[in-house]
């Protein structure tokens, strides 16, 4: 099984993941519209830093899911 594959079937089953997954492409969308523009004020640039840290937080939360998971398929 790929990774693409264990995120749809953690998607379905996993409520967790479930979530994480709504919050990053969120935050995502957030962030290309934040870089769709020409200039940021002070405060959008903190914000996108902000939500790019986030952003981040749950990505690598989600692929330590993937490893789990497959930690524990291999087993």
Same mark, same amino acid.
């Not at 986030?54 to 291999?74: F, G, H, N, P």
């Given at each position: 099984?790929?990774?693409?594959?264990?995120?749809? /079937? /953690?998607?379905?089953?996993?409520?967790?993941?479930?979530? /994480?997954?709504?919050?990053?492409?969120?935050?995502?969308?957030?962030?290309?519209?934040?870089?769709?523009? *020409?200039? /940021?004020?002070?405060?959008?640039?903190?914000?996108?830093? *902000?939500?790019?840290?986030?952003?981040?937080?749950? *990505?690598?939360?989600?692929?330590?899911?993937?490893r789990e998971y497959?930690?524990?398929?291999?087993?």
């Amino acid at each position: 099984m790929n990774d693409t594959e264990i995120e749809e /079937l /953690l998607k379905e089953q996993n409520e967790e993941y479930g979530k /994480l997954a709504v919050e990053h492409k969120k935050f995502k969308e957030i962030l290309a519209e934040l870089n769709r523009k *020409k200039y /940021l004020t002070t405060e959008e640039e903190m914000e996108k830093k *902000k939500i790019q840290k986030q952003k981040l937080v749950k *990505k690598d939360r989600m692929a330590e899911m993937i490893r789990e998971y497959k930690k524990s398929k291999s087993n």
